[in-house]
């Protein structure tokens, strides 16, 4: 079973900064694919961030490309996204989210993912 637990989220003004931390349980798996979604009100989830293990190759949504960072410390089974210049259109619901049998290609397309774990998630919000 794997558990998923997100931290760091809050209300910050735009162009303030954040940063989400995930404290995952995947280190039984050799391949695995961990990012970033988030979830707009009323609105579908997008992928904001993935990173492929082995490898790290790494995908970033178009709308965070140069504000946001993803990374992860193996040792000690924890995502990271740190944020920075945030927009009030950053304003959602973030989940951690890890598929242990997504191939490389499908993790660096940003998903979807076809066997997702999600976390509880963390509100974010950035007033203008």
């Known amino acids: 079973q794997v558990q998923l637990e997100e931290s760091g989220g809050g209300s910050v003004q735009a162009g303030g900064s954040l940063r989400l931390s995930c404290a995952a349980s995947?280190?039984?798996?050799?391949?695995?694919?961990m990012g970033w979604f988030r979830q707009f009100p009323g609105k579908g989830q997008e992928g904001v961030a993935t990173?492929?293990?082995?490898?790290?190759?790494?995908y970033y949504a178009d709308s965070v490309k140069g504000r946001f960072t993803i990374s992860q410390d193996l040792a000690k089974n924890t995502l990271y996204l740190q944020m920075n210049s945030l927009k009030p259109e950053d304003t959602a619901m973030y989940y951690c989210?890890?598929?242990?049998?997504?191939?490389?290609?499908?993790?660096?397309?940003?998903?979807?993912?076809?066997?997702?774990?999600w976390g509880k998630g963390t509100q974010v919000t950035v007033s203008s």
């Open positions: 990173i492929y293990t082995p490898g790290g190759t790494i």
């Open positions: 989210v890890t598929d242990p049998w997504a191939d490389r290609k499908d993790c660096s397309r940003g998903g979807p993912l076809g066997h997702p774990f």
């Open positions: 995947v280190s039984t798996y050799h391949t695995f694919c």
